[in-house]
């Protein structure tokens, strides 16, 4: 790290929003320890760094909760990461307008606290909301079961503010619900992972706070049988805003935390499905839920508590205490249960533990690998994510490496193949951060 | 440019009929005139050419040769459009999609649908109906306007308030670069790897290349639909009912408004039952379960009472329901009663704004010693105030233009729009610092040359330019020669 750097950064933002050697173990990634970790306080701080940085060519990390720095490959140099957590107000709701301005530092549960107070939601329910911040889960487009119904982020972010590459405050988009002046910038950054700018501010849709909600759970004989009952729901008059499909272990993970629990227990597979609305309309569905489950061999109904749903979010992760590896597939919703079966398959073939589950009705899939063979011993390891990767591939999906040893990173490749489409990423890339400061190496087709 | 030499221009034809076959290409002057404009006849340009490809490896061939040629090329599908946005700028080549207007494949398992960009929206709508399945983006022109040009402008309608605009149903695009590649952006899956690109060439306004094939999302048909009509003696009050609604909680699949002077016209025209001594009407309606319609229709009755409404009803059934969406979705051809012309103006605002807006609408528009019907998503916020003035008179369409301004600046200033949803086109081009910064036009520039290098796809659009290479009004309105045909209506 160049001192003439430190210095000047530790000038713009205080000592105090510099850290520095030992303090900066939180922000370790794939054994690489960033140089400095700096935390501005103002969009103003913020393009100031970025442009100390740029002047100097050290790479910048834009940091949010931390909840996703796994995801990605290895950066070739740590750089200095850039913390957003002191850029957390709210800047606009006018509960009226149904809409919300609020800096990209403020963590999912402290503006759903905010907005639920007025009577409104954000309907995206990351994992891990009491840490991943806004700006983060914009950035690695993070969703959670309720996408089901109501989408991902880029079916809410309206606005997006970002600091460039070249220091320059940009805004995207707006702050009205229905806006096609000018390219649409907010889905740019959108699962860009901090390749192309850095989220300082976004404006999103809300909804009003649905007066009912429920989560059931019903368990099947095997996943292909509970496919089928997911594919009667999809087809008939219920607008369920999740479907969850989850094989026994992620089951158990999920069940772990309920009232008389163990939900998982034994053979076969769990659906959990969510409903909303006025408080008839959850009874109704859920009585009409079981009906067509039933021919299906669907039983056991049973509700859940609304503590189930950050566990719902994180069954898979949870379902072991260190998971070795996790990925994650995007499938049509048709291939969801024969990934899950043979996946889980191959895995145990090879004597590793898995566990399963999926956004089933929109095709999202996460699956978690635990080995208790030595690191050395990875190549099984790898293996099995390759032969995932195919399965998924076969069927016209594609699979994301979202954490493994960086002995697997080396021999599976975190992110899937773009296509023909990586060149036109990585144009945009250069046209945006020619100098390759922003999150270098990280990204899809060495973007 | 240079104008081509006659015996170029022959040569060129021969080419991209080698390409697209004999009946493919138009170079004759008076059948290129109807591809002149398109449903904003402020503007016109003729092309040099007219080609009607019938294949992706078309598309590209053509466009090959038009990179090869140094030839502007821009796509075009039904020439329904509002802000010139399929216009050839600079001649060169109109690429029209019409022929490409098939139904390619429908994954009912999957909620998805492979069609062809010429297809028109709502036969897709037709396509999937029998099995209880619709295409939800519903622009007002639904029945003439191309999917094509749809993802062109990320069209939203009246429905989008509650589903969503074209891009929120939009999978996937296979898409002929403007280099002539072919390329999948997005695919069938609801994500794939690298950057959202298929989120980012929908509404890029046919400036970053030309969608071949697009993956749509077909949604299952909701168990049932109310729908609510709210009389109101005061705009303001109509205007209040709208927040009203929302801020109790509720997401109606659509909030229209309609002033009175549009239902004055609506009723001369078509008798659908709007009071014609309203000062303005909402027309909202709840779609989904038919468990709790009746206690959310309640909830909507009562809000609009609160704002001041002096008559809520509810369509009694799908006759009535139909008779006051006519209303509604005929409206702009209503105007005819009214006025030998108009011009409609597309902006949006946060809903809390609108009374505020409605009333600068007003004001600004009589200054201008015109008249202003206003038909419009309310719900979204997103203005349509159509200003009626006689071409004849000269002056009136320039004092039109410049009232259009004025509206797109008091949208600016209240934190809006100056687009919801017809684009930005030629029309708007010079409105874009309204609302963007340089910084903020200078990315989207970056943007477009990673797609755009050479500037041959869509030229002198969406981008404010110091003059503009095509003949812009004041000129007297004509009929657009498809309209005079009878074939098409200004919507």
Known sequence: MQDALLERLRAVLGPANVLTGVELSPYVVDGRTPEAAVFPGALEEVAAVIALCGQAEVPVVPWGGGTAASVGMPAARAGVVLGLRRLARLVEHEPGDLTVTVEAGVTITELQAALGNRGQ?????????????????????????????????????????????????????????????????????????????????????????????RLVALR???????????????????????????????????????????????????LVVGFDGLPEQVEWQCAELARLAAPHGGRDATPLSSAAWPRLAAAVRDAFPVATAVMSFDVVPAQVAELMEQGAGVARARGFQTAWAAHAGVGVVSAALVSDREPRELGPVAGVLGEWREMARAGGGRATLERAPLAVKSQVPVWDDPGAAGRVMQRIKAQLDPKRILNPGRFVAGI | MATLTSGRKTALRRELEAIVGPGGVLSDPDELLVYESDGLTLFRALADFVVFPTSAEHVAAVVRLAGREGLPFVARGAGTGLSGGCLPAEGGLVISMMRMNRVLEVDYENQLAVVEPGLVNLHLSWAVGLKGYYYAPDPSS?????????????????????????????????????????????????????????????????????????????????????????????????????????????????????????????????????????????????????????????????????????????ARDEAERALLWKGRKSAFGAYGRVSPAYMVMDGVIPRTKLPYVLRRVNEIVAAHGLRVGNVFHAGDGNLHPNILYDPRVPGAEARVVEAGAEIMKVCAEVGGSISGEHGIGLEKADFMPFIFSAADLAV????????????????????PTKKSCVEVGPVAYTPHAIEAKGLAQRF
Not at chain 1, 241 to 256: C, K, M, R
Not at chain 2, 444 to 463: I, S, W
Request: aromatic residues 4%; neutral net charge; hydrophobic residues 45%.
């Open chain 1, 121 to 213: 939601w954000l309907s995206l329910d990351p994992a891990d909301a009491e840490r991943a911040t806004l700006g983060g889960v914009l950035a690695a487009n993070a969703a959670g079961p309720r996408c089901h119904l109501y989408g991902t982020a880029r079916d809410l972010l309206i606005g997006v503010t970002v600091v460039t590459a070249d220091a320059a405050v940009v805004k995207g988009g707006g702050k009205v619900v229905k806006n096609v002046a000018g390219y649409d910038l907010p889905k740019l950054f959108i699962g860009s992972y901090g390749t192309l700018g850095v989220i300082v501010e976004a404006t999103l849709k809300l909804r009003p706070v649905p007066d009912a909600e």
């Open chain 1, 220 to 270: 099947f004989a095997g996943l292909k049988d509970a496919a089928a009952a997911v594919r009667a729901l999809l087809a008939s008059d219920l607008i369920p805003n999740a479907v969850e499909l989850l094989d026994p272990t992620a089951a158990a993970a999920l069940g772990a935390g309920e009232a008389g629990g163990a939900l998982g227990l034994g053979s076969g597979a769990v």
């Open chain 2, 142 to 314: 639904q029945q003439a306007c191309t999917l094509g040009g749809n993802i062109a402008n990320n069209s939203g309608g009246p429905h989008t308030l509650k589903y969503g605009v074209t891009t929120n149903h939009v999978l996937g695009l296979e898409v002929v670069m403007p280099d002539g590649e072919i390329v999948w952006l997005g695919g069938r899956t609801r994500a794939t790897p690298g950057y959202d690109l298929a989120g980012v060439f929908v509404g890029s306004e046919g400036t970053f290349g030309i969608a071949t094939k697009i993956v749509v999302r077909i949604l299952k048909k909701p168990q049932a639909v109310k729908t609510v009509l709210a009389v109101f003696d005061q705009v303001d009050h109509a205007s209040a009912a709208v927040s009203a609604i929302i801020a109790r909680g509720l997401v109606p699949a659509a909030v229209e408004m309609i002033d009175q002077l549009t239902i004055q016209a609506v009723e001369d025209a078509f008798g659908c039952g709007y009071p014609r001594d309203a000062a303005a009407a909402l027309l909202v309606e709840l779609d989904g379960l038919r468990v709790g319609m009746e206690a959310q229709a309640e909830r909507i009755v009562q809000a609009c009472r609160d704002a001041g409404a002096r008559e809520v009803r509810t």
């Open chain 2, 444 to 463: 989207m520039q970056r943007l477009k040359n990673a797609f755009n290098p050479t500037g041959l796809c869509n030229p002198g659009k969406v981008f």
